[in-house]
T-cell receptor, first 110, second 118 residues
Framework: SQKIEQNSEALNIQEGKTATLTCNYT??????LQWYRQDPGRGPVFLLL?????KEKRKERLKVTFDTTLKQSLFHITASQPADSATYLC?????????FGAGTTVTVRA | GAVVSQHPSWVICKSGTSVKIECRSL??????MFWYRQFPKQSLMLMAT?????????EQGVEKDKFLINHASLTLSTLTVTSAHPEDSSFYIC??????????????FGPGTRLTVL
């Protein structure tokens, strides 16, 4: 089965800066990869989906890239705000089920 | 749209008792619902997949007799933790999908249920 690694457990950044999160997987490239946001004590909320034939996807201040050669997805939060503080999970489809990374907790300092 | 609710949001029970958690899709019909468990600072781990009107498919290592799943309608799935023990204490999250296994399908997650077994 796939091993999904998210670069770091925690990321602390200054408000206004760009946060960059990494998601690496080990085996075959999935048909698509998703990113979710999870706040403490809450279920994940879907943010973005990127397909294997797409290089980049944007939604407001969020940008996701997908490099099947590197087996990696990058998730960027531009012009970060304290309200962006949360844990961000990447997930990919394997055997018709979603497998999640452990997440990266982002803290944006005012 | 695409709202999933869970009830209760938290529950504390004594060891040996059974606890039922409900998962409802409020504004859509969900052909497939998923149950996950999440321990502190860990990722979501899929426990089982359930389709309306059929038996749930459990992941390896998940005891089907301990975690009973019923998906009686297209808007309701229940997870019953039978004879709960302290090691079952966790955050249980359900999700629902509209189309089941379509490659662009998105899962909509419930808010989770915090189970504490004393």
């Amino acid at each position: 089965s796939q091993k999904i690694e998210q670069n770091s457990e925690a990321l602390n950044i200054q408000e206004g800066k760009t946060a960059t999160l990494t998601c690496n997987y080990t085996n075959y490239s999935p048909a698509y990869l998703q990113w979710y946001r999870q706040d403490p004590g809450r279920g994940p909320v879907f943010l973005l989906l990127i397909r294997e034939n797409e290089k980049e996807k944007r939604k407001e201040r969020l940008k996701v890239t997908f490099d099947t050669t590197l087996k990696q997805s990058l998730f960027h939060i531009t012009a970060s705000q304290p309200a962006d503080s949360a844990t961000y999970l990447c997930a990919l489809l394997e055997d018709y089920k979603l497998s999640f990374g452990a997440g990266t907790t982002v803290t944006v300092r005012a | 749209g695409a709202v999933v609710s869970q009830h209760p949001s938290w529950v504390i029970c004594k060891s040996g008792t059974s606890v039922k958690i409900e998962c409802r899709s409020l504004d859509f019909q969900a052909t497939t619902m998923f149950w996950y468990r999440q321990f502190p600072k860990q990722s979501l781990m899929l426990m089982a997949t359930s389709n309306e009107g059929s038996k749930a498919t459990y992941e390896q290592g998940v005891e089907k007799d301990k975690f009973l799943i019923n998906h009686a309608s297209l808007t309701l799935s229940t997870l019953t933790v039978t004879s709960a023990h302290p090691e079952d204490s966790s955050f249980y999250i359900c999700s629902a999908s509209l189309l089941g296994l379509a490659d662009t399908d998105t899962q909509y997650f419930g808010p989770g249920t915090r189970l504490t077994v004393l």
